[in-house]
T-cell receptor, first 112, second 113 residues
């Protein structure tokens, strides 16, 4: 089962540009997290935003959460070639309870 | 601090053969997860442990999959017998409690021929 759906499925940009990825989910949540996965590697946690928060920043990352629209966005500013990876949103709460449920991910390619 | 360690990183077996994956979580993390990741998809939870107890194994195909976490530390995931459709990456993760950041291992990539 996959709660979140990322959009777009794939994104290709030039180094220095900003990258925006969106995540929509179906049920109420407690928390939403974003993870990065480099090819052939495990997932790395980027940021967690709670359902009562609207925006969080971490370095070049900015995450927003709109619970009324059941959606979140991840913005990576001034992208670098090293940002090339798959990005997943994951949620817990609602009908999924304590289970952390991942979306299918967005593949980001940053061209140098 | 050592991260989550998984082995083997790669395994190729014939269908109907057994296979086992091992995971050593981050020291002190009482919650351990096994996830299955198919190509182009996000991870899907197979089983979650709180210490030695499997608290969520609803997605584990129990006819051929088994897992254990003896002494609440290391964990083993076994498939017997393996089928072609089991080809995937098996990810182990650990966390402090069940809500919050998960720390993932590098994964074990299984190919069933």
């Amino acid at each position: 089962s996959q709660q979140g759906e990322e959009d777009p499925q794939a994104l290709s940009i030039q180094e220095g540009e900003n990258a925006t990825m969106n995540c929509s989910y179906k049920t109420s949540i407690n928390n939403l997290q974003w993870y990065r996965q480099n090819s052939g590697r495990g997932l790395v946690h980027l940021i967690l935003i709670r359902s009562n928060e609207r925006e969080k920043h971490s370095g070049r990352l900015r995450v927003t959460l709109d619970t009324s629209k059941k959606s979140s966005s991840l913005l990576i500013t001034a992208s670098r070639a090293a940002d090339t990876a798959s990005y997943f949103c994951a949620t817990d709460g609602g009908e999924y309870g304590n289970k952390l449920v991942f979306g299918a991910g967005t593949i980001l390619r940053v061209k140098s | 601090e050592a991260g989550v360690v998984q082995s083997p990183r790669y395994k190729i077996i014939e269908k109907k053969q057994p296979v086992a994956f091992w995971c050593n979580p981050i020291s002190g993390h009482n919650t351990l997860y096994w996830y299955l990741q198919n190509l182009g998809q996000g991870p899907e939870l197979l089983i979650r442990y709180e210490n030695e107890e499997a608290v969520d194994d609803s997605q584990l195909p129990k006819d051929r999959f088994s897992a254990e976490r003896l002494k609440g530390v290391d964990s083993t995931l076994k498939i017997q017998p393996a089928e072609l459709g089991d080809s995937a990456v098996y990810l182990c993760a650990s966390s402090l409690g069940f809500a919050g950041e998960l720390f993932f291992g590098e994964g074990s990539r299984l190919t069933v021929l």
